[in-house]
């Protein structure tokens, strides 16, 4: 089998992730609720997950996990991960069935009220529906990490069930590998701005050096490559675009808009507006000290040529 490192990424991103959710999640009350659901052949992603839970003794200590794993065929349940070398707070919990399971099992599972990580793997099936994104939405606070194929780009139909199902920040990234594997569309939706900042930070790590680039579902241009320090010039003529079409803005708005309606992280945002206040495109108030959020930035609008005047 040909390695497929759109898998990887999405392996590993999905590793960091719970490993950050978990400890904070856990913190807010004495329980929390993981969905793992997938609509093909996991791999490898299952196991990795639940290994995450034996690093959090501290964590765990004193409350209740339970990481509940929705397979649309049930020989795809197979976990391969020892359970009985998890921690004795981790349940898990094997069901098969299809997306619209979901709201069924997070109630037997007990996860009302209480902080919900979901991870849906539709790239192989249907997106889920909306009354499935609304019962993982009830959790709290819910997060979404959603995997789409290659032709969820063109439909686009989860920007708007998504923000609908209640999650207030929404952001999405597609990965390309090699023209053997087929591109997916990540979606990420949370409504803590901290964890939209740490996921845009997440794909910038883990997809360095795997071999994926990244194509921007809100940009025409080419796929970029992932490095640790990207171009910034593609974001730079969204950021003037949005100033020049929707008016002023503070660099708070601006690093909102970058994280939310761009592949780039909220550092980023800072770096373009530079470039963009070095090449003279726009201005800011006060015109002098840190870039921080209340700063406000303006698109410059060009002087038209004056007619000579002999006289």
């Known amino acids: 089998m040909v390695p497929d490192p759109i898998a990887d990424v999405i392996r590993e991103l999905l590793v960091r992730q719970v490993a950050e959710w978990a400890p904070v999640a856990l913190q807010r009350g004495r329980r929390a609720t993981l969905v793992y659901a997938y609509t093909g052949a996991d791999t490898g992603s299952v196991e990795s997950v639940l290994r995450v839970f034996t690093g959090l003794p501290d964590a765990l200590r004193g409350r209740r996990l339970a990481a509940v794993v929705l397979a649309a065929s049930p020989g795809d349940l197979g976990l391969g991960v020892d359970q009985s070398g998890l921690p004795a707070e981790v349940s898990v919990y094997a069901v098969p069935g299809g997306l619209d399971r979901l709201a069924v099992v997070l ?181 002098s000290g840190r870039l921080g959020g209340d700063v406000l930035v303006e698109a410059v609008v060009p002087v038209p040529d004056q007619p000579s005047v002999d006289g």
């Open 107 to 287: 109630k037997a599972a007990g996860a009302a009220g209480a902080p919900v990580l979901a991870v849906l793997d539709a790239s192989h099936g249907p997106a889920p529906s909306p009354a499935t994104l609304a019962a993982l939405a009830a959790g709290r606070p819910a997060e979404l990490l959603l995997v789409l194929g290659a032709d969820a780009r063109a439909g686009s139909e989860h920007r708007a069930t998504v923000p609908e199902a209640g999650f207030d920040l929404v952001t999405e990234v597609e990965l390309v590998g090699g023209p053997e594997h087929e591109p997916r569309l990540v979606v990420f939706a949370t409504s803590s701005g901290k964890r939209l900042e740490a996921f845009k930070d997440g794909i910038w790590t883990v997809g360095h050096g795997i071999g994926v680039r990244y194509d921007d579902p809100y940009d025409p241009g080419p796929p970029v490559a992932v490095t640790p320090d990207p171009s910034v010039d593609p974001l730079g003529s969204r950021l003037l675009t949005r100033l020049t079409t929707s008016g002023p803005g503070t660099v708070g708005e601006l690093r909102l808009f970058t994280m939310t309606r761009s592949i780039y992280r909220a550092e980023d945002a800072n770096r373009a507006l530079l470039g963009l206040l070095a090449a003279g495109l726009v201005s800011r108030a006060p015109s």
